[in-house]
């Protein structure tokens, strides 16, 4: 009788560090204040959209999504899938620095881009992904 006892506490005990574990992996990536302060340093134009379009298409693409959605290809492979970035909810929460941020730095699964992509080439991927605003 002891011995079920422990099994069911113990089995209890698993499934909430599970749930928090997954909790955990549900956060809202928060990032300082002053990162988030940062403007976009550069004016959106046709050319800007164009060259964050074709950068999104290249780098994000497998993962966000064409539309941003968060349902590319390589979300099959990778948890936790990334978040719709497409809703007025992500688009409002996050500011442009924000956004440069996130790029800059990245958060598994998601690679850093600092060193993949220029800041100009990273902030006119922040003025194309306002442009996948849904609502
Ligand atoms: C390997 C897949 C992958 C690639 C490639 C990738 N991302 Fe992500 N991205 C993610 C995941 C997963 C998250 C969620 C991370 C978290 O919050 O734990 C994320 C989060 C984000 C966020 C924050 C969303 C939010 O609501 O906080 C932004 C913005 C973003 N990515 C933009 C980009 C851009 C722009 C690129 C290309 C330059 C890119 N990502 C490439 C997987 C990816």
Not at 42 to 48: G, N, P, Y
Not at 66 to 90: F, H, M, Q, S, V
Request: with cysteine; glycine share 8%; proline share 4%.
């Amino acid at each position: 009788m002891q011995k079920l006892m422990v099994a069911a506490v113990g089995v209890f005990l698993g499934s909430v560090l599970l749930t928090a574990a997954q909790d955990q992996v549900q956060e809202i990536w928060e990032v300082p204040e002053e990162e988030r302060a940062v403007e976009n340093p550069i004016a959106s134009d046709d050319d800007v959209l164009a060259e964050g379009q074709r950068l999104y298409e290249r780098n994000c693409r497998m993962c966000h999504g064409e539309t941003g959605l968060g349902d590319g290809p390589a979300t099959a492979r990778i948890k936790p899938a990334p978040r719709d970035i497409t809703t007025a909810d992500a688009q409002d929460r996050m500011t442009d620095g924000e956004m440069f941020y996130k790029i800059t730095v990245g958060k598994r699964p998601m690679r850093e881009f600092e060193s993949r992509l220029t800041e100009d080439e990273r902030w006119s991927v922040v003025h194309y992904l306002r442009t996948l605003r849904a609502g």
